[in-house]
């Protein structure tokens, strides 16, 4: 593994705050970054403005905003902080250069919006960013008759070359590495000449509610979009309207502060919590519990309350990868064995997480043994403090910063890779455990 120029500012090391006392925290979340970039996208295709309230702050989110920008989308932002959205036409030529920095949804949303523009998009990204899996995208979009230049390979750094116009029609793609590659298809298919019916082929297809929340932005615009399968999906060609959004708060990114009532012993609440969602954070409603928290949801407000003895859990997270990291942390300091599975496909995020997340445990005096599809923990007497290194990834920080709670001295390694989704985390941490670091 090497640590990727994630980022943009100078690297700095955080003592994470250990405490004894229990907690009655209240945290409230920035908008959530799989919708926020989700509606962006949608919004930059529409039939006319947009506007997203409460929308997501962060270096994914800019880095969406920057190249919907460069395609002619005009983004300003409120003094709320929402963001109006006037969408570009199609029927210009572009020659500009996208940087992915490290995002996800960028790299596999972006490529097919691209692909409807008349002209060349070059796209690249942070060092990291060139070992993700890129060659279903590219080989989607090969498939549908865009051309696409691949210099190095199937990965980043690529070069779109685009006609004005995509046929879409029938398309089998394998999406066993990643939810996104399905995601970014159905987001641009309503522009698509003959709309997209999109079938994964392959093993698995991980993190399934993403898709769901795709389908479901997709409708709420007024375009007719539907699974017809748990792998297969129509969208049929048409408009996609205008209209105003509520962002939800981020529920993945809720994890580390709910993991913190149960570690600390006490009490942290999440306002303004949806009563439905399709958001996979959702599921930390059902995971929590199996590891002794209480939970409480009541008039749009989260409670989670915690003893600090924490249960081990078997878990298959195929679902729900990305909150995978949390319930590992907490498994390192829980009372019994755990196991979490279903997650082989974290090997393709910013870092390999599995391989990552042991190698971090184990530094650190914890017993942790990397399975082909996750991850099995062994109790520990014996955590210490030890430099916890982040592999430019926001999740292994604020994984860090949960073990930390109850094992004085774990120092993270550039707490700045958090600016990814949540730019706050270091404020809203000590605010929550009421102490300064």
Known sequence: MQSSDYSQNEEKD???????????GTVTLPGSKSLTNRELVLSALASGPSELIAPLESRDSALMIESLEKLGTRINRTERGNLIIVPATTDI?????????????VMRFMPPVAALFEGSVNFDGDLAARARPMATTIDSLRKLGVTVETPNGPQLPFIIRGSGEVLGGELEIDASASSQFVS?????????????????????????????????????????????????????????????????????????????????????????????????????????????????LSSGELTITGSGQINGI?????????????????????????????ISHLRGHETDRLK????????????????????????????HGAIWQTYGDHRMATAGAIIGLAVSGITIQDINVVSKTMPDFVNLWTEMIGSTN
């Open 93 to 105: 030529a572009v020659s500009t250069s996208i940087d992915c920095g490290l995002a996800g949804t």
């Open 314 to 342: 078997t878990a298959d997270l195929s679902d729900a990868g990305e909150l995978a990291p949390v319930i590992i942390a907490l498994s390192t300091l829980a009372n019994s064995p755990s196991r979490i599975t279903g």
């Open 356 to 383: 990552a997340l042991c190698t971090e445990i184990n530094m650190i005096g914890g017993h942790a043994t990397e399975l082909a599809d996750g991850i099995a923990i062994e109790p520990s007497e014996n955590l």
């Open 14 to 24: 955080w003592l994470a705050p250990t405490i004894s006392h229990a907690l009655a």
């Open 184 to 296: 970014g298809l159905l987001l641009a298919a309503p522009r698509f000449k003959n709309g997209l019916v999109l079938t994964h082929k392959g093993d698995h297809l991980p993190s399934q509610p993403h898709i769901e929340m795709t389908i479901s932005c997709l409708t709420d615009r007024g375009v007719s979009a539907r699974a017809l399968s748990d792998s297969s999906w129509e969208v049929l060609p048409g408009e996609i309207q205008g209209k105003s959004v509520v962002i939800e708060p981020d529920l993945s990114n809720a994890g580390p502060f709910l993991a913190a009532a149960m570690v600390a012993g006490g009490t942290v609440t999440i306002p303004h919590w949806p009563t439905s969602t399709t958001q996979v954070g959702k599921m930390f409603l059902e995971l929590l519990p199996k590891m002794g928290a209480k939970v409480d």
